[in-house]
Nanobody
Framework: QVQLVESGGGLVQPGGSLRLSCVAS????????MSWYRQAPGKERELVAS????????NYADSVKGRFTISRDDVKNTVILQMNSLKPEDTAVYYC?????????WGQGTQVTVSS
């Protein structure tokens, strides 16, 4: 059974940091590219960051470059999103996504709220 379980969301003040984790099971994690998406109320889901199989290729949305870092641990089947200098506009539900040769899996999401 494929599972992607996100954790680490919560309420944080502007300028603060959060570390999101996504633990995968039920598929060959090391073969898959991994991504974080987010969806704010009333908006479409958007790509935040992605990391290729093997970790050699990283991509970030312009809005998070220099503030967010994506990484993966293929031993622990985990992908991490380190989020620093958070802004109110980063408020959204954050989703983990795994994809390989057209087969994609989504996590259930974790809420991130940036507010004073």
């Amino acid at each position: 059974q494929v599972q992607l379980v996100e954790s680490g969301g919560g309420l944080v003040q502007p300028g603060g940091s959060l570390r999101l984790s996504c633990v995968a099971s039920g598929f060959a994690f090391n073969w898959y590219s991994m991504s974080w998406y987010r969806q704010a109320p009333g908006k479409e889901r958007e790509l935040v960051a992605s990391i290729s199989s093997g970790g050699g290729i990283l991509n970030y949305a312009d809005s998070v470059k220099g503030r967010f870092t994506i990484s993966r641990d293929d031993v622990k089947n985990t992908v991490i999103l380190q989020m620093n200098s958070l802004k109110p506009e980063d408020t959204a539900v954050y989703y983990c996504y795994a994809v390989w040769v057209g087969a994609g899996y989504w996590g259930q999401g974790t809420q991130v709220t940036v507010s004073s």
